[in-house]
Nanobody, 129 residues
Framework: VQLVESGGGLVQAGGSLRLSCAASGFTFVDYVIVWFRQAPGKEREGVSCIRVPDGRTTYADSVKGRFTISTDNAKNTVYLEMNNLEPEDTAVYYC???????????????????????WGQGTQVTVSS
C-alpha cells in the first residue's frame, strides 16, 4: 500500500494550490481518505475527508468554503483544492486512508479524528503574508 502526496509549495496569501494523493495497493473505492495537516508546535488537524464509495465529504471549520476534496476513481487519486489560502494554512499536509469505518459511528465527522492505518509522507504547504 502506498500513498504519495504532491502539489505542495510556496504561495502568497490569497493564492491557491491543489494537492494530490495518489493511492496504490488497495481497493480505492472501499476506503475513506483524509487530509491531515500539522504545523510546527501544533497538534495534527483533520482538514477534510471523503468516503470514496459515495463521495460523502466533510471539512474542518477552519477550511470550510475555501478547500474542496474530490477523487478521480479511475486514477485512484484524491485531490485537495485549496483556495484563498492564509498564512495559518502553513503546514505539512498528509493524506491517510483506511477501509470505510464510518458506518460504525453516528457522527460522520469521526473521519477527521480517526486513527488511520495507511499514511503518505507529506507535502509542505507554505503561505506567505
Amino acid at each position: 500500500v502506498q500513498l504519495v502526496e504532491s502539489g505542495g509549495g510556496l504561495v502568497q496569501a490569497g493564492g491557491s494550490l491543489r494537492l494530490s494523493c495518489a493511492a496504490s495497493g488497495f481497493t480505492f473505492v472501499d476506503y475513506v481518505i483524509v487530509w491531515f495537516r500539522q504545523a510546527p508546535g501544533k497538534e495534527r488537524e483533520g482538514v477534510s475527508c471523503i468516503r470514496v464509495p459515495d463521495g460523502r465529504t466533510t471539512y474542518a471549520d477552519s477550511v470550510k468554503g475555501r478547500f474542496t476534496i474530490s477523487t478521480d476513481n479511475a486514477k485512484n487519486t484524491v485531490y485537495l483544492e485549496m483556495n484563498n489560502l492564509e498564512p495559518e494554512d502553513t503546514a505539512v499536509y498528509y493524506c491517510a486512508a483506511d477501509r470505510d469505518f464510518t458506518l460504525s459511528y453516528s457522527d460522520y465527522a469521526i473521519c477527521l479524528r480517526y486513527e488511520y492505518y495507511y499514511w503518505g509522507q507529506g507535502t509542505q504547504v507554505t503561505v506567505s503574508s
